[in-house]
């Protein structure tokens, strides 16, 4: 049984920085790229970044480079997400999910996922 979970989540004040993790069981992970996306409120879901299985090649939305940096530890099965300068906008639920071995250029089409976490909740006050 494939189980993906994020944690690290919080309340943090505008211009801080959190680290969030996922951890992944049950599946191959080094296998699979995986990718980090949120949900603000009456919003639709937005892809972050996604980083291939081995982590050599990573993808950013435009609006979070600079600010969110990806990687991971396969020998951890572990993915981060590295958040700073944070704004009141990026107070969101944060996911993480499993794709194939590569993020390709539709990386943040969020059915191309297979496994999901339930989601870390992020709030930055201003």
């Known amino acids: 049984q494939v189980q993906v979970a994020e944690s690290g989540g919080g309340s943090v004040q505008a211009g801080g920085s959190l680290r969030l993790s996922c951890t992944a069981s049950g599946l191959q992970f080094d296998d699979y790229a995986m990718g980090w996306f949120r949900q603000a409120p009456g919003k639709e879901r937005e892809g972050i970044s996604c980083?291939?299985?081995?982590?050599?090649?990573?993808y950013y939305a435009d609006s979070m480079k600079g600010r969110f940096t990806v990687s991971r530890d396969n020998a951890k099965n572990t993915l981060y997400l590295q958040m700073s300068s944070l704004k009141p906008e990026d107070t969101a639920i944060y996911y993480c999910?499993?794709?194939?071995?590569?993020?390709?250029?539709?990386?943040?089409?969020?059915?191309?996922?297979?496994?999901w976490g339930q989601g870390t909740q992020v709030t930055v006050s201003s």
């Open positions: 980083i291939t299985d081995g982590g050599g090649t990573t």
């Open positions: 999910a499993a794709r194939g071995p590569y993020c390709s250029s539709h990386w943040s089409d969020a059915e191309d996922y297979k496994y």
